[in-house]
């Protein structure tokens, strides 16, 4: 999970892959009485029969992770990834449900059918992809397709002022960190863990179930950094006790796409969800919800099957 080595205004363009609408306007020219009148037509037939007759996209999503998916005030899911599905829901003629689940629980509950799809800050990986362990064998688990939608890069956060002087990955070598389990940044600090090693300074890992806890390790010195998704860091460290609790520090690394995970069998919902995304990026919508979480310098131009590294 849960990457932006560029800073606003700048835009990120997806790698290869992108949809278009060109199937659309080809049924639309095709004729028949029962042909789609239009391209918003074409993406609401394109969606698969099971969710069409359901009327639902159910989405899992690990609500614990502001501004990217958490519960508002209210209790209701808020942030930019259930913004972006509800918006993404209208094009596609469905309501959106969504699904709380602990993010490295994401994956197998895709595969297993307890959602649709799932989007939660989710990094598009030839690890997820192909279902590889650290060792980069297969696992014999089933992998999941994606479908790109933002360009995050990974960020350090550490105690107001920095008292530990962290800056980089080295500097964490003889310490303790603290990371949310199953995500990107914990495959990072993992590949750390050895580096540390060679140097003779042991880097011990304290991992949890969510980000919050990691944290909160941090605030109380237990750990000297976490390491999260820049818009997950700078959103806490503006937002916890007034901006005086965190800070984010040294430059960011391991720019990444997040992807809506499909799975790999549900090839025409994956491609339904593709064509909904790219109609969200044109008319606009898409943009005034990066810019209302103030994420814009993760902004995809197009939208992009199995983009990632």
Same mark, same amino acid.
């Given at each position: 999970? +849960?990457?932006l080595?560029c800073?606003?205004?700048c835009?990120?363009?997806?790698?290869?892959a992108?949809?278009?609408?060109a199937s659309?306007?080809? #049924?639309t020219?095709?004729g028949g009485s029962?042909?789609?009148k239009?391209?918003a &037509? $074409?993406?609401?037939a !394109?969606?698969?029969?099971?969710?069409?007759?359901?009327?639902?996209l +159910?989405?899992?999503?690990?609500l @614990?992770?502001?501004?990217?998916?958490?519960?508002g !005030?209210?209790?209701?899911?808020?942030?930019?990834?259930? =913004?972006?599905? @509800?918006?993404l829901?209208?094009?596609?003629?469905?309501r959106?449900e969504?699904v =709380?689940?602990?993010?490295?629980?994401?994956?197998?509950?895709?595969?297993s059918?307890?959602?649709?799809v799932?989007?939660?800050a989710i990094?598009?990986?030839?690890q997820?992809?192909?279902a #590889?362990?650290?060792d980069? +064998?297969? *696992?014999?688990q089933?992998?999941?397709?994606?479908?790109?939608?933002?360009?995050?890069?990974?960020?350090?956060i550490v105690?107001?002022?920095?008292?530990?002087?962290?800056?980089?990955?080295?500097?964490i070598?003889?310490? *303790?960190?603290?990371?949310q389990?199953g995500?990107t940044? =914990?495959?990072i600090?993992?590949?750390?863990v050895?580096?540390?090693?060679?140097?003779g300074?042991?880097?011990?890992?304290?991992?949890?179930?969510? &980000?919050?806890q990691?944290l909160?390790?941090? $605030?109380a010195?237990?750990?000297? /950094?976490d390491?999260n998704?820049f818009?997950?860091?700078?959103?806490? /460290?503006r937002t916890?006790d007034?901006?005086?609790?965190?800070?984010?520090?040294? !430059?960011?690394?391991?720019s990444?796409?997040y992807g809506i995970a499909?799975n790999?069998?549900a090839?025409?919902?994956?491609d339904?969800?593709?064509?909904g #995304?790219?109609?969200l990026?044109r008319?606009g919508?898409? =943009?005034k919800?990066?810019?209302?979480? @103030?994420?814009? !310098?993760g902004?995809?131009?197009?939208?992009?099957?199995?983009?990632g590294?």
């Open positions: 999970m +849960r990457h080595s800073l606003p205004p835009r990120r363009a997806l790698p290869a992108a949809l278009t609408t659309a306007l080809l #049924l020219a095709c029962d042909a789609p239009s391209a &037509d $074409a993406i609401k !394109a969606v698969p029969k099971a969710q069409r007759a359901a009327g639902v +159910r989405v899992g999503s690990d @614990n992770y502001a501004p990217v998916d958490f519960r !005030a209210d209790g209701d899911p808020d942030g930019l990834d259930p =913004d972006l599905a @509800n918006a829901g209208k094009v596609l003629g469905l959106i969504i =709380d689940t602990t993010f490295d629980k994401l994956i197998p509950g895709l595969n059918g307890q959602f649709d799932a989007m939660s990094s598009d990986t030839a997820r992809r192909d #590889l362990g650290e980069g +064998r297969p *696992t014999g089933p992998g999941v397709d994606f479908v790109d939608y933002f360009i995050a890069g990974t960020a350090i105690q107001k002022g920095n008292p530990k002087g962290i800056r980089t990955l080295d500097d070598c003889g310490r *303790t960190v603290a990371v389990r995500s940044q =914990d495959e600090i993992g590949r750390q050895a580096a540390c090693g060679r140097q300074k042991p880097l011990e890992v304290h991992r949890f179930d969510n &980000d919050s990691a909160a390790e941090v $605030a010195g237990r750990a000297v /950094a390491f998704d818009p997950v860091a700078a959103y806490a /460290a916890t007034g901006g005086n609790r965190f800070e984010v520090t040294g !430059a960011q690394s391991q990444s796409p499909v790999k069998s090839t025409a919902l994956r339904a969800v593709a064509k #995304l790219d109609q990026i008319s919508e898409y =943009d919800i990066l810019a209302k979480w @103030n994420v814009s !310098a902004a995809a131009q197009a939208a992009a099957i199995n983009g590294l």
